[in-house]
C-alpha cells in the first residue's frame, strides 16, 4: 500500500474523500490537518503537518487564499473574512506566491517522495466575490514556472473544471458541488494511479 498525501484548502478538503474511495486498496489517502489556507501559512505549518512520517506521493496546492483582497489595515496573515474587501490589496502578490511556493517545494523534496501540484480551480464571480477570476490564470502561471524550475509535475484541475464550470460549480462561484469534487477527484486519483503505477 502506497502512502499518498493530500495538501490544499477547502477545494482538496472536497475531492479527498472520493479520491480516497477510488485509490481504497491501493493506497492510503490522507489530507493536512484542516485547511491549508495560503501559502504563508503552509509555509509555516508544513514541517508540522509532515512529521516523521513517510510519503510515496504528495498532491499539494495552494491559490485561493493567497488571491483574497483584503482591507489595506488588514493582517495578511489572518484568515477572517472579515477582513475581505472587494477593492481591497491582494493578501500575497504573485511575485511572493512564487517565493513561497519555491521555499515549499524545497520543504517538500527533503520527504523523498514524488510531488504533483495541482492548479487552482476557475472560478466564477457574482459580484461580491474577494477573488478576481480572471487572476487565476495569472497565478498558475506563477505556479507553473516555479514546478517547471523544479521537474514537478502538474495536475491541471483549472483545465479539468472549465469546460464544465457552469454545471460543476456551486452557487458561491468558488466551490463545487458533489459532482463537481466527484470530477475532480477522478483526475486525481487517475494522475496519482500514473504517477504510482498503480
Known sequence: MKNVYIIGDSISLGYTPEVTRLLDGLARVTHNPGNAQYSSYGLRNLKTWLGNNRFDLIHFNWGCWDRHYLDPAADPLEPSVAQFKRDGV??????????????????LQTTGAKLIWASSTPLRDDGTMCCRPDEVVLYNFAAARVMSAHGIMINDLYACALPELDRLISTDGCH????????LARQVAAVIQGELAL
Do not use: C, M, S, W
Open 176 to 183: 463545487f458541488t458533489a459532482d463537481g469534487y466527484r470530477h
Open 90 to 107: 491582494r493578501r500575497t502578490t504573485p511575485e511572493q506566491y512564487a517565493a513561497n511556493l519555491d521555499a515549499i517545494v524545497k520543504i
